[in-house]
């Protein structure tokens, strides 16, 4: 039983008339009518009764209609559901995000493709660390990912969607907490807490690189598996930190947040990347609505 004997005999069935089946079809004649005796070859049974004068349906005609405008119908919707898989408007993508920056951007990020993308299901994946995106990416695990840079070259491309500054962040007691800004090189003597460095911490390398820059190395006396829980760590005076400036949304009590002073360039690009030969056409969709809703700073800003 083939595919174009049933949209044949649909049209002989709806039309009741041979002759204006085959226009509808763009079809001789005589092959329309070979292909419905083949059909009811293949059934067992007479579909059409025909005369001189009129076609109609048989009993098992009329039955075996309601079956094959149901097969048309689900042919069309696979077809369709093909073709907008092809078109990246289908399927799914998994998404990466890491940090509260990134958790911000993406609400908007995500209206967006979903008003362009509706059939595409969105998959988030949470990671504490950029170094994890990193991997997932590479391990194919992800899509795409949310991230702070820099994001090592080969595989992975990336395009930076925002440069976020870093703070200090103080116990609410502590002599520089009253003041507008901290430059760097007065919390020299002070204990840190930050993230461990065994799990590739772009936030604690921009840290540790900007105190380089005011000309010391940081003391780290503790260290903390997320944000929430340095923070926290500051506001029980345990030491400080240097912080993204998205991460004062926390609002922790007992907890300061000052700009940096002094001339040191204290900030942290979020970038977004992907695998540089990944084919996926929903990919494509993704990062063309990217380019629109979350645009590269300015030169001058990177």
């Not at 005796?37 to 579909?47: A, I, R, S």
């Not at 006396?221 to 400080?240: C, I, K, M, R, S």
């Amino acid at each position: 039983m083939e595919l174009r004997h049933l949209r044949a005999f649909a049209a002989v069935a709806e039309e009741l008339h041979f002759g204006r089946a085959a226009l509808r079809l763009h079809a001789a004649q005589p092959a329309l009518s070979q292909q419905i005796k083949h059909l009811e070859q293949d059934v067992g049974t007479l579909l059409l009764e025909r005369t001189t004068r009129q076609v109609r349906l048989t009993a098992a005609g009329v039955v075996f209609l309601e079956h094959v405008h149901r097969v048309l119908a689900e042919v069309d919707r696979a077809r369709e559901s093909v073709l907008a898989t092809e078109r990246g408007a289908r399927g799914e993508i998994r998404v990466g995000v890491t940090g509260a920056i990134t958790w911000r951007l993406l609400p908007r990020m995500a209206r967006a493709y979903r008003q362009r993308y509706p059939l595409v299901r969105l998959d988030l994946h949470p990671a504490v660390f950029s170094g994890t995106q990193v991997s997932s990416l590479l391990d194919g695990r992800i899509d795409v990912g949310f991230l702070r840079a820099p994001v090592p070259d080969g595989p992975l491309a990336s395009r930076v969607i925002l440069n976020e500054p870093l703070m200090a962040v103080l116990p609410l007691g502590h002599p520089l907490a009253g003041a507008d800004a901290v430059d760097l090189a007065d919390l020299s003597g002070e204990p840190f807490v930050t993230y461990p460095s065994r799990h590739g911490s772009a936030l604690r390398d921009a840290a540790v690189h900007a105190c380089f820059s005011a000309g010391f190395t940081p003391r780290v006396v503790q260290e903390a598996p997320d944000t929430h829980t340095v923070v926290a760590l500051v506001g029980a005076a345990v030491g400080v930190t240097l912080m993204p400036a998205s991460a004062e949304r926390l609002q922790l009590e007992g907890v300061v947040f000052r700009p940096i002073a002094g001339g040191v360039d204290v900030r942290v690009p979020i970038a977004l990347a992907w695998r540089r030969e990944d084919p996926s056409p929903v990919l494509a969709g993704f990062l063309a609505t990217a380019e629109e809703v979350l645009p590269s700073p300015p030169r001058g800003d990177r």
